[in-house]
Structures are given as structure tokens and as C-alpha cells.
């Protein structure tokens, strides 16, 4: 007979800075080689594309399950570099050349002729003064009948997907340098949004084609990564082989609730085990303490551990996530 497994760290979510050319996956496999045993299941939030770098979010003990919330709740802020002139099938520098403007064209583009403030405005004004409807691009995970759709475009197949709603939340030019035909800026945007896509569209505004060059994820809600501090390096030689402890892995992750804007609901010691197997709860059965239900709200047992996120729906206490107790599973 098998000795059951033992969770013994709490749901975390891990802050990761990827370097441009790794994957989402080589993150949490690096993240798994340091992890002492008892860390549950583990898994990203969301894909970071090779080629870009910045913050990738890798949760554990059921922490990613998350994942859908983080994108409704908390924006991302990206720092990216534009080439113009050239349009490539990915959107980014990883792509084939598929258009371009000759030289010429460039040189006597209006668009180097205008100042940085007056380009920042058109674009706040296409762009976040009214709807934007933008359409997934074809190299991205975006699924077309349960495939991705960048396996259909590396089979040569474009699939074309209908456009949706997405928010840019913020925006602005660090700088415009005319003889590299290089934009730099700033953007916050809502969950879904493609960077590469917002850059080819808002260039499409001065008649312009172009790609993304460079691509850094800097913060998600508040966290940024100049806040992350003391967090080893998980790949390459240089990295550490050694596990970490239970005390390193407790001390370098983020307790869901520091992250999520939702306040916490204590619930009467004899009302916890039937909830946390399942049973809604009527709300009269407790008192809410004057926490607001408008939203989910954190669950923790009677020795303050986390263990769930409830929302209320037609008048009950309903069970969204349930994490596991430390403890043998």
C-alpha cells in the first residue's frame, strides 16, 4: 500500500523574472527542481511568449487554480520596443518579413515629423477614449477547436478568429528615435490583450506596418518586478542545484490573499467541514461581520490556514476553490 502524499506548503504564488528565449514551461519545471517535496500541484498563469521576458506568475498547492481571477482582476504592464517599417507573420522579430516600406518611405513618414504628445494622444483616443475590438493573432494560444492557433499557423494554416473587446488602460511614448525606426512605450491593459497585435493596429493609424522587437512583462496589479527582491535565479549554470528549504519556499512565495483584492470571511468553527466538502451555506446561517459579498472573499479554517474562495450566488455561500490542508492527502 502506497503512503499517501503529504502537502506541507500552503497555496503560493511564486513572482519568476523569464529571460527572453525560455518558455512559460522551462519556468515551472525550474521552479519544480527547487521546490522541496510537498508542494501539490503546480502551474503557470498564463504564457509569457519566448520571445518577450518580464514576470510570469507560477502558483502551487492549488494556488494557479487562480489563474482565470488574476486575468479578470489585476492588469499588466509591459515595456516593449517597436521596429517600424518591417511586418513580420508573428507580429514579433521571431517571424517571417511578410511587408515592408522602403527607406524612402520612411524618411519622409509624417510620423517622424510628429511630436511624441501628439502621437500618445491619437492613440489614447483610437484606443482607450472608445471600444477597441482586436483580433487574436494567428501565432498565439488563443484556441481554435481545442488547438492552439500557433500550431495551425506553423502548419502554414492563418486562422482568423472574430475580434473581441479588450482594454488598453494606459499608455505612453519613453521615446521615438527616428534613425534605429524604433518606438519605446509604456502600456497597462486588460485581460487578453495581445501587445504585438495593439502595436500593429495602432500603427495601422499613421499608415505604418511593423513588429515587435522587444517585450517585457513589468508588473501585474502591484506586483512589479523591481518589487520582487531576494528571489534566487532558476536557470542556467549559474542557478543553485540545491533544494530549498521549507522555510525558503514559504519565505519566496506570495500568500494568494496579497495578491487578489478580496477580503476575508471567517466562518463559525462548526460550519467550515461541511463547507470546505462542498455544501453551500445560506447566509443567514452566519454573520458576514460587515464583509462585503458583492465580490469573493477568502475563506481560512479555525487555525488560519487558507483553504478556499467563496462567492455568493442566488442567496448561498458557494465553494469556487478549494485548497488542500496541510497535511497527508
Given at each position: ?81 517597436g521596429k517600424i517599417g518591417e511586418q513580420t507573420d508573428s507580429a514579433d522579430e521571431t517571424g ?117 522587437s522587444e517585450l517585457k512583462r513589468e508588473a501585474i496589479g502591484d506586483l512589479a518586478l523591481n ?91 458557494c465553494l469556487v476553490i478549494n485548497f488542500p490542508p496541510i497535511g497527508p492527502v
Amino acid at each position: 500500500m502506497k503512503k499517501p502524499k503529504s502537502i506541507l506548503l500552503p497555496p503560493l504564488i511564486y513572482p519568476l523574472d523569464k529571460s527572453k528565449g525560455l518558455s512559460t514551461s522551462d519556468m515551472v519545471y525550474g521552479l519544480k527542481k527547487k521546490l522541496p517535496h510537498g508542494f501539490g500541484k503546480i502551474g503557470h498563469f498564463g504564457t509569457l511568449d519566448p520571445f518577450a521576458s518580464g514576470l510570469v506568475l507560477v502558483g502551487i498547492a492549488g494556488a494557479s487554480r487562480l489563474n482565470d481571477l488574476v486575468h479578470e482582476y489585476l492588469p499588466k504592464t509591459y515595456l516593449a520596443v517597436g521596429k517600424i517599417g518591417e511586418q513580420t507573420d508573428s507580429a514579433d522579430e521571431t517571424g517571417q518579413v511578410i511587408a515592408s516600406l522602403s527607406p524612402a518611405e520612411l524618411e519622409s513618414h509624417r510620423f517622424f515629423k510628429t511630436e511624441s504628445r501628439e502621437i500618445s494622444q491619437k492613440i489614447r483616443e483610437q484606443f482607450m477614449a472608445q471600444d477597441y475590438w482586436q483580433v487574436p493573432p494567428s501565432f498565439s494560444a488563443a484556441k481554435h477547436e481545442g488547438k492552439p492557433l500557433y500550431e495551425y499557423a506553423r502548419a502554414g494554416i492563418m486562422i482568423e478568429k472574430p475580434a473581441v473587446k479588450r482594454e488598453i488602460l494606459s499608455f505612453e511614448i519613453l521615446n521615438i528615435d527616428k534613425k534605429a525606426r524604433e518606438i519605446v512605450f509604456r502600456t497597462t491593459v486588460g485581460s487578453g490583450t495581445y501587445i504585438r497585435t495593439f502595436f500593429e493596429d495602432f500603427l495601422k493609424c499613421f499608415e505604418l506596418k511593423g513588429h515587435l522587437s522587444e517585450l517585457k512583462r513589468e508588473a501585474i496589479g502591484d506586483l512589479a518586478l523591481n518589487k520582487i527582491v531576494g528571489l534566487p535565479n532558476l536557470e542556467g549554470p549559474k542557478s543553485d542545484t540545491n533544494k530549498w528549504s521549507l522555510n525558503q519556499a514559504l519565505e519566496y512565495g506570495i500568500c494568494p490573499t496579497a495578491m487578489m483584492p478580496f477580503e476575508t470571511l471567517e466562518l463559525p468553527e462548526e460550519l467550515q467541514q461541511r463547507f470546505f466538502q462542498g455544501v453551500r451555506l445560506s447566509l443567514s446561517r452566519f454573520d458576514a461581520q460587515g464583509v462585503s459579498l458583492e465580490k469573493p472573499v477568502w475563506i481560512k479554517d479555525s487555525s488560519y490556514q487558507l483553504r478556499a474562495l467563496a462567492e455568493v450566488r442566488e442567496g448561498e455561500l458557494c465553494l469556487v476553490i478549494n485548497f488542500p490542508p496541510i497535511g497527508p492527502v
